[in-house]
């Protein structure tokens, strides 16, 4: 097949043409986005292979559609940036990697937390300017504290497990409960309970229409003050006005996050030279208890070759006709959200 990505980095061309040594396909890479305006470079191609700030809407899947293209891989397991009514609509397929390395997205979660806990950033820059003091670095144990999970998929499974080691009471929300989580003790609780009661709240569910904004002004009003939260799943899951506006009151007395809600025009991109006119991100940068990271929690070696590996593979099933395991509808994506 003849597959043409989009927004391609470095790394997807290193690790998607070590893992194509195993299929054969001709790979296109460009770094620009998936738009209406850059459809045609994936002309005479068989597939075309997006991340998760391509932007597949109506407009550009019409052109994919004219051009001849049958088949649309995500390579990442999210898929709110694609209109899957109108791929079913036009017979488009739509294929994803559910699952590449959990334990990259899981560990980075705990990082993120042990980072703001014990304010390790804030200490390396000190040190590096000959500054000792601990004044302002005061920590909490771990240990005993009460941490919430919402959505209990693979990512957040494995993240209440390590959690589960360091001691922490452990909640859980999720439509499917998990039974072997419940056996190390994970209590499953509805939302409304779990938000009145956690230390530390980590948000790993998909972002659908239910759970855009999921953490706004009204949920955040029923949590503890000085509550942490963690978001490495998507960034609109997070009304990021009203978590400005908790950080100001002390409601959020930790906020990481590996995802912004518009990151679209700043993620994966080297800006360091230039004004960032996002003044939402901006303000968010100006709390000393805010941690972000550009959407780095997948990116580890194991991750990236599985991403690639899964992908590929994905593709090789459409082409020798066999029946597609990691196939996107509309219907049954959003059923159980």
């Known amino acids: 097949m003849k597959i ?3 927004s391609a980095h470095p790394y997807d061309e290193k690790y998607f043409s070590l893992a194509n040594e195993n299929f054969g396909h001709q790979l296109i890479f460009h770094k620009t986005r998936l738009t209406e305006n850059t459809v045609e470079l994936a002309r005479d191609s068989d597939a075309v292979c997006v991340f998760v700030n391509d932007d597949v809407n109506v407009a550009v899947i019409n052109a994919l559609k004219a051009i001849g293209i049958s088949i649309i891989a995500l390579r990442c397991a999210g898929f709110n940036n694609i209109d899957l009514h109108n791929t079913d609509k036009l017979g488009i397929h739509v294929i994803r990697v559910p699952a590449y390395s959990p334990y990259a997205v899981a560990e980075h979660t705990i990082a993120l937390m042990l980072s703001l806990n014990r304010k390790t950033h804030r200490a390396y820059n000190r040190v590096r300017d000959g500054n000792f003091s601990l004044q302002g670095l005061t920590g909490f144990d771990m240990f005993g504290k ?11 499974s494995l993240t209440l497990k390590i959690l589960h080691g360091f001691g922490c009471t452990l909640l859980a929300h999720d439509i499917q409960q998990n039974e072997a989580l419940k056996a190390i003790g994970v209590e499953y609780v509805d939302l409304d309970n779990l938000l009145t009661q956690v230390d530390i709240l980590s948000l790993h569910c998909p972002l659908t229409p239910q759970t855009f904004h999921l953490i706004d002004e009204n949920t955040l009003s029923s949590m503890k003050d000085g509550v942490m939260i963690i978001n490495t799943s998507r960034g609109a899951i997070v009304d990021t006005s009203a978590a400005i506006s908790a950080l100001k009151t002390g409601k959020i007395g930790y ?3 590996d995802v912004y809600e518009q990151e679209g025009d700043l993620f994966f991109h080297d800006l360091s030279d230039t004004i960032i006119h996002d003044d939402v991100f901006e303000r968010l940068l100006t709390f000393p208890n805010v941690l972000i990271t550009g ?3 997948f990116f580890t070696k194991e991750a990236l070759l599985n991403i690639a590996t899964a992908t590929l593979g994905n593709l090789n099933q459409y082409e020798s006709g066999k029946p597609l395991i990691n196939t996107l509808h509309a219907e049954q994506a959003f059923a159980s959200k």
């Not at 009460?146 to 957040?156: A, C, H, L, S």
């Open 295 to 297: 959407h780095q929690g």
């Open 255 to 257: 906020l990481g996050l």
């Open 4 to 6: 043409t990505f989009f």
């Open 146 to 156: 009460t941490v919430g999970i919402v959505g209990t998929g693979r990512i957040g």
